[in-house]
């Protein structure tokens, strides 16, 4: 079946140690998003890919990055992970039709230690 | 600005009643699109349902359906027939074809209960 993967499901890492999670799709879509997403909270868009162009949110800070080296694969790296930044990590996809769904993959869960 | 509004931040429901779940939005947009999506405790993101801006006739997909009031700009979700396994939380969200790459707005969402 044509889906969204994340990978891992559970990430643990320490105060202030790069971390990267990965998403990987089989549907072909020419955008990729990256939400986060705290506690009791909506998702947050951090950044999205149109193809190889790169959006990123005005407030989404400088700690993350991104690289979308082909259509199927997209990485959200943290450089430094503050404690903040312990959150569901949501990959989502679609196509360009407005009248789309997003497709999301099951999420990264990530605990800072 | 609040784009999406959703006021109930809990509900419950009793098995097999019908339930509505109340979303409000805002834009200036013409042409915008409308979404609900599911999130049960495990994490995931399940899309539900959809509604454009021009669609004349309410969205309808199995026992979710969605009540579009465009004047009221309201797009409140009925699950009709709950089941238990319908306990999740349920966020509206609304992209608008001025976002590039139509991002989509999310509610802060409603926490529904379903009890037996």
């Known amino acids: 079946d044509a889906m969204v993967i994340q990978n891992p499901r559970y990430q643990v890492t320490q105060f202030g140690k790069p971390v990267t999670l990965s998403c990987s799709q089989t549907?072909?879509?020419?955008?990729m998003y990256w939400y986060q997403q705290k506690s009791s909270q909506a998702p947050k868009l951090l950044f999205h890919y149109y193809d190889k162009d790169f959006n990123n949110e005005a407030d989404t800070p400088d700690n993350f990055q991104s690289r979308r080296p082909n259509t199927s694969f997209c990485f959200l790296d943290i450089r430094s992970p503050g404690l903040g930044d312990a959150a569901m990590y949501l990959c989502a996809t679609s196509p360009l039709n407005s009248n789309q769904p997003q497709h999301f993959g099951d999420g990264t869960r990530l605990s800072i230690l | 600005a609040q784009k999406i509004t959703q006021t109930q931040p809990g509900m419950f429901v009793q098995e097999k009643e019908a339930v509505t779940l109340d979303c409000t939005y805002d834009t200036s947009d013409q042409s915008y699109g409308l979404f609900w999506y599911k999130q049960p405790s495990s994490g995931e993101m399940i899309f539900l349902i959809y509604q454009g801006s021009y669609d004349e006739q309410n969205a309808t997909e199995g026992r979710y359906s969605l009540n579009f009031q465009k004047a009221r700009k309201s797009a409140n979700l009925v699950i009709s027939a709950s089941q238990l396994g319908d306990s999740a939380m349920y966020f509206c969200a609304m992209r608008e074809v001025s976002n590039s790459g139509y991002a989509l707005n999310f509610g802060k969402g409603t926490s529904l209960l379903v009890t037996p």
């Open positions: 549907l072909n879509h020419n955008v």
